[in-house]
């Protein structure tokens, strides 16, 4: 995928119809996703019992539409690549393979490490496994990096971000699975996943001494970073239904993170304030 002439602006714009979100810097253009839950089938039956079909196939194709559909010179995977906690089992293990096995050689693949990820520092990478065809493959720290000269940060979120992250324009994080509970009028329910778009509140990073110095942190929440909640890829994972305040948030940093928050269901529809709808 050659690289292209594109705006030095910052931009996250989410796929229409889709849990991906494409994040332009500079002259680079990345394919954003997170919590792809690689063997969530096979979690299912080991853990709770429940036999489902697996689902692979599907969310590699997915997958693979969206890298021909937007083209990008880097997938980020913001975590949660794989579903086991430890070691990678052999569904998923076996899942991650075929699926890097067409991934196009030449895409520059960053994962950073969520909760779920065990130990697959160990083990994906084109040195360890030599199934993995791509010519770069990077494992960073779940608490995120920044892409671009602090345009984009990413996090998985289940912890609190690195200070380079906060330091972004826009922080971009996963782990939350944000839902919506939608409701008819004549008592119909749904369950849709969301987006969560808004800026970022001070008030609880101010006292962690690691960002000391970050200066939005001192002139309130008009200045902060733009902050983006993405959905799951899988979508059999379940999450946080936003809009119901008796479900507590994941993340440690969430809700009270949030200085406003609109939700937005996949395909662009715009709900509102996610505490009201």
């Not at 979690?43 to 036999?51: H, N, S, Y």
């Not at 196939?57 to 997958?63: A, I, M, N």
């Not at 089992?89 to 196009?104: C, D, K, N, Q, T």
């Not at 990478?125 to 608490?143: C, R």
Request: hydrophobic share 35%; proline share 9%.
């Amino acid at each position: 995928m050659s690289k292209r002439s594109r705006p030095s602006a910052p931009r996250v714009e989410p796929v229409p119809g889709e849990p991906a979100a494409t994040a332009t810097i500079e002259t680079e253009r990345a394919l954003l996703i997170t919590d792809y839950h690689a063997g969530y089938e096979a979690g299912l039956r080991d853990e709770r019992g429940v036999d489902i079909p697996t689902r692979a196939p599907e969310r590699r194709e997915r997958l693979y539409s969206l890298l021909e559909r937007t083209e990008p010179d880097r997938l980020v995977v913001l975590g949660d690549l794989m579903h086991s906690i430890g070691d990678p089992g052999g569904a998923e293990r076996g899942e991650l393979e075929v699926l890097f096995e067409s991934v196009p050689p030449a895409l520059d693949v960053t994962v950073l490490k969520g909760n779920h990820d065990g130990r697959i520092e160990t083990w994906l990478t084109a040195d360890d496994d030599p199934t993995l065809e791509t010519e770069s493959m990077t494992i960073v720290p779940g608490d995120g990096i920044a892409l671009g000269d602090a345009a984009v940060g990413v996090c998985h979120g289940h912890t609190w971000p690195a200070p380079s992250v906060l330091e972004c324009d826009v922080v971009c994080l996963g782990h939350e699975h944000p839902c919506v509970r939608l409701e008819d009028e004549i008592g119909g329910r749904r369950i849709e996943r969301a987006w969560l778009r808004g800026r970022l509140n001070p008030a609880p990073f101010r006292d962690r001494p690691e960002y000391d110095g970050i200066p939005w942190l001192e002139q309130g929440s008009d200045s902060s970073p733009r902050v983006v909640v993405m959905p799951a890829f899988n979508d059999l994972v379940g999450g946080t239904w936003v809009n119901l305040s008796e479900q507590s948030f994941l993340s440690p940093f969430l809700p009270s993170g949030l200085a406003s928050a609109d939700a937005y269901l996949l395909d662009g529809t715009r709900l509102g304030p996610y505490e009201s709808v």
